[in-house]
């Protein structure tokens, strides 16, 4: 059966600062828009701090002392800030977004001209599917993690901080009372978040499963057809799937348990708060003002904890993105141009001279070929399935390189050659019809195609 704990589930650092370091060089072209969303991420926790301390004053200096002037300003400032917030949080989004989009382009360009570049032995060694994966989904996480992913992390730093701050300057003891909450928050919430991945990590191995088992059926279902198996593969899909119902089940429980238990953590927060704050506004030691800020900060002050420890997963899943990336990246192409191409003037001489060669470094497949075609020769290669003809055209054409002897055109080592202009003298027709998506026209002109006219795929 398939393999279903393949690479793309394995997960491993959340921070690596040699990814990192080398991720954050595609985002330097734009340093500017990234320096800029930093600074209205600043500017936007100033505001959001400001939102409740106003609040509070406008009861304190306003609604308590019945000043309606010193009411009104507040009240004007309020909302001023209120709608610069939502302009800055506008350009601080579109900036983000934008910005995530540009490195993702960048990156899937990259990752596409390095695989066109590739020999076939490469295409050997790497399926499809994985390929594929690695140009759209792992590119997209890495665009999640240098557009919101890092400011978000940065914004919920500057957020708390500032928070903790702010609360330490209206009151100490109460703030003190608040902080104290953090660890006990964190230990939920990393006992929910590892429950939570474990369970999302099964689910994910299920859903493979049952997919892999329904293209299976579909694309055997004239063999199950044939046999009359239908009941049998329906009661072994009824298995799988129940598998994949009882993942997503125990993930469920989770949540309905953990989303409680923060709940109540923050609620009894606030609610020693509401019985110290109020008790020192009866004594008259803090004004009712301060003790509603305060009560506003201590209920916005779990969101950013939460918000970092979810930002742990999508940076968790980046780095393990990035590294698959830059393995591709970082395979070199084995068929090289020479770093002085010889070029012969074309008649059309072919020899293999003991030629060996092995697709694998296990089994040869050609073993000391030798043989002349002269220009204008017309030669046919006759031989069973499997016998190497193939595998003689693709040498000849560099798809893969000889690993013993050597192919001369016209007297020139083929490896002395350019590949474009050596391709430039071949003509192939393949044994396996492959149409680009186009019409027939386009497909016809593909070979013929040079600078300019460009390859329809
Ligand atoms: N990409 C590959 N990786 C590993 N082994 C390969 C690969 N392609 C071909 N082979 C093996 O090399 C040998 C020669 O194959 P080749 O395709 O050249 O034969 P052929 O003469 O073209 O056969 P046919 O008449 O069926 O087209 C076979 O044993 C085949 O299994
Ligand atoms: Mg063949």
């Not at 072209?29 to 500017?43: M, T, V, W």
């Amino acid at each position: 059966m398939v393999d279903y704990q393949h690479e793309d589930e394995i997960f491993g650092k959340a921070y690596d600062a040699r990814l990192m370091k080398r991720l954050m060089r595609y985002a330097f072209p734009y340093k500017g828009r990234l320096a800029l969303a930093i600074i209205l991420s600043l500017l936007l926790t100033a505001f959001f701090i400001a939102g409740p301390r106003l609040i509070g004053l406008a009861i304190d200096k306003g609604v308590t002392p019945k000043d309606k002037q010193v009411l009104l300003t507040i009240t004007l400032i309020y909302l001023g800030i209120q709608i610069l917030r939502l302009g800055f949080n506008y350009v601080s989004g579109y900036l983000l977004a934008s910005l995530g989009q540009r490195i993702m382009f960048d990156l899937r360009m990259e990752v596409f001209k390095h695989l066109q570049k590739m020999s076939l032995n490469f295409f050997d060694r790497n399926p499809v599917g994985r390929l594929v994966t690695r140009v759209t989904s792992d590119i997209g996480a890495l665009g999640d993690l240098l557009s919101t992913g890092i400011i978000a992390v940065v914004s919920d730093i500057f957020l708390i901080a500032g928070l903790v701050v702010a609360m330490l300057i209206l009151n100490p003891f109460l703030a003190v009372l608040t902080i104290s909450f953090i660890p006990l928050a964190l230990l939920v919430l990393i006992i929910f978040k590892t429950r939570l991945r474990e369970s999302y990590r099964l689910i994910r191995q299920r859903l493979a499963r049952l997919n892999a088992y329904i293209q299976e059926c579909v694309s055997g279902i004239r063999v199950i057809q044939i046999f009359n198996q239908e009941d049998r593969m329906t009661d072994k899909f009824k298995s799988i799937n129940n598998e994949h119902y009882q993942a997503h089940y125990q993930a469920i429980v989770y949540y309905s348990i953990f989303i409680p238990a923060v709940a109540v953590l923050s609620a009894v927060a606030i609610g020693l708060l509401l019985y110290f704050g109020g008790g020192s506004v009866i004594r008259g030691t803090i004004q009712l003002g301060v003790l509603i800020a305060f009560i506003d900060y201590a209920i916005h002050f779990f969101g950013p904890i939460q918000d970092l420890t979810d930002k742990y997963t999508i940076f968790q899943g980046a780095m393990a993105s990035a590294e698959r990336i830059f393995k591709i990246l970082d395979t070199d192409e084995d068929i090289k141009d020479p770093v002085r191409p010889k070029t012969a003037p074309p008649s059309g001489e072919i020899i293999f001279d003991n030629v060996w060669f092995s697709y694998n470094n296990e089994i040869d497949v050609l073993k000391g070929i030798s043989f002349t075609i002269k220009a204008g020769e017309s030669v046919a290669l006759v031989g069973v399935s499997g016998g190497g003809k193939t595998t003689i055209i693709n040498l000849l054409s560099r798809f893969y390189d000889v690993t013993r002897g050597r192919i001369l055109i016209d007297g020139v080592d083929i490896r002395n050659i350019r590949q474009t202009e050596l391709r430039q003298q071949l003509g192939i027709v393949l044994q396996d019809v492959f149409l680009f998506s186009g019409n027939i026209l386009e497909n016809i002109r593909l070979k013929g195609a040079g600078p300019g006219g460009g390859p329809i795929c």
